[in-house]
């Protein structure tokens, strides 16, 4: 493994479409607890309680579901010039936008699979009302305790078609590394944990059954702890949430995890990641084989079929 760059300090944001826009904002708000700080004609900006930053998650109406872009903040200014001069000569840069409501400036650009990503310094903190205020400094947001309540983004999975370009141009664009991966026994890598920091995985890449180009898998949000994903297997339960997979613990990475599909389909998840970090510097990839992934998830639960054939947007061919 590469010698940790640290360039990129952190995932931001998503952007998620949906085309039943009012329920799936009803959805994170009062069941997946996020709080609004913010909107626009076409988005509400998003956030749990201990993001520091204006927003995690901006939910787009539209008349598709998908992942809209990727926003990752840089560790200074110097180092988001440092990225965007290696992205540019990559190739595969977009250019400047003004940011969102958000954040400054940011320079877009796209992976081999098509998703658009954006890197940016500039953002704007959030600065809470009095009704939402912390008691202590060091917090964003007070714990308010609407519905499942996450506490921060953790991750996301996207599908490609070809998880060996991606795992190339990740480490090259954002100096991220490799923790844990997944390789068939016909040679090809079928799933790929990224890292920019010292946590476990902020990305992941899977392979796309269908064949189709940059579509989502999830968004993962954190919770304390495990009994707080059981908790939310009941609201979500409360609510008429479709339930996909879990609560149980994920073998690769050892995340206890819990997956629903919100009113328009995107998946979601909520996970507690336990106290996992790469503090090693010499970190070797854990290489996962065909064999290991048969056993199922940690403690043998089968991986659910619709957990590789189900995306957004959907494709007719994968109609489960």
């Given at each position: 493994?590469?010698?940790?760059?640290?360039?990129?300090?952190?995932?931001?944001?998503?952007?998620?479409?949906?085309?039943?826009?009012?329920?799936?904002?009803?959805?994170?708000?009062?069941?997946?607890?996020?709080?609004?700080?913010?909107?626009?004609?076409?988005?509400?900006?998003?956030?749990?309680?201990?993001?520091?930053?204006?927003?995690?998650?901006?939910?787009?109406r539209?008349?598709?579901?998908?992942?809209?872009?990727?926003?990752?903040?840089?560790?200074?200014?110097?180092?988001?010039?440092?990225?965007?001069?290696?992205?540019?000569?990559?190739?595969?840069?977009?250019?400047?936008?003004?940011?969102?409501?958000g954040?400054?400036?940011?320079?877009?650009?796209?992976?081999?699979?098509?998703?658009?990503?954006?890197?940016?310094?500039?953002t704007?903190?959030?600065?809470?009302?009095?009704?939402?205020?912390?008691?202590?400094?060091?917090?964003?947001?007070?714990?308010?305790?609407?519905?499942?309540?996450?506490?921060?983004?953790?991750?996301?999975?996207?599908?490609?078609?070809?998880?060996?370009?991606?795992?190339?141009?990740?480490?090259?664009?954002?100096?991220?590394?490799?923790?844990?991966?997944?390789?068939?026994?016909?040679?090809?890598?079928a799933?790929c944990?990224?890292?920019?920091?010292?946590?476990?995985?902020?990305?992941?890449?899977?392979?796309?059954?269908?064949?189709?180009?940059?579509?989502?898998?999830?968004?993962?949000?954190?919770?304390?702890?495990?009994?707080?994903?059981?908790?939310?297997?009941?609201?979500?339960?409360?609510?008429?949430?479709?339930?996909?997979?879990?609560?149980?613990?994920h073998a690769?990475?050892?995340?206890?995890?819990?997956?629903?599909?919100?009113?328009?389909?995107?998946?979601?998840?909520?996970?507690?990641?336990?106290?996992?970090?790469?503090?090693?510097?010499?970190?070797?990839?854990?290489?996962?084989?065909?064999?290991?992934?048969?056993?199922?998830?940690?403690?043998?639960?089968?991986?659910?079929?619709?957990?590789?054939?189900?995306?957004?947007?959907?494709?007719?061919?994968?109609?489960?």
């Amino acid at each position: 493994m590469s010698e940790p760059c640290f360039d990129v300090a952190h995932l931001g944001h998503v952007e998620l479409f949906t085309n039943k826009f009012e329920e799936s904002l009803d959805f994170f708000i009062n069941v997946y607890g996020l709080t609004e700080s913010g909107r626009d004609e076409n988005s509400v900006y998003l956030r749990a309680w201990d993001d520091y930053e204006f927003h995690s998650l901006k939910l787009t109406r539209s008349d598709t579901t998908g992942v809209g872009h990727i926003g990752y903040r840089a560790s200074s200014e110097a180092a988001l010039m440092r990225r965007v001069n290696v992205i540019e000569e990559m190739g595969c840069g977009i250019g400047w936008v003004d940011g969102d409501m958000g954040h400054g400036r940011a320079y877009r650009f796209t992976d081999p699979d098509g998703h658009v990503f954006e890197l940016y310094y500039d953002t704007v903190k959030y600065q809470a009302p009095e009704s939402e205020k912390p008691a202590l400094k060091n917090i964003a947001q007070r714990y308010h305790g609407r519905g499942v309540a996450v506490r921060r983004i953790d991750h996301l999975n996207l599908l490609a078609t070809n998880v060996e370009a991606i795992r190339d141009f990740m480490q090259k664009a954002l100096g991220s590394r490799v923790t844990e991966q997944i390789m068939l026994d016909s040679g090809v890598l079928a799933g790929c944990w990224f890292t920019v920091n010292n946590k476990t995985y902020d990305i992941t890449y899977t392979k796309d059954a269908t064949g189709t180009p940059g579509r989502f898998h999830h968004v993962t949000y954190a919770l304390d702890q495990r009994e707080d994903v059981l908790r939310a297997a009941d609201i979500f339960l409360e609510n008429n949430v479709f339930i996909e997979t879990g609560p149980h613990k994920h073998a690769v990475q050892g995340t206890f995890f819990l997956y629903v599909y919100e009113p328009a389909g995107n998946r979601v998840e909520v996970c507690n990641a336990g106290a996992r970090l790469i503090l090693q510097p010499d970190w070797e990839t854990v290489t996962w084989t065909e064999t290991d992934r048969m056993k199922g998830q940690a403690w043998g639960l089968k991986t659910i079929s619709s957990f590789h054939t189900h995306g957004t947007p959907p494709v007719p061919e994968a109609a489960e």
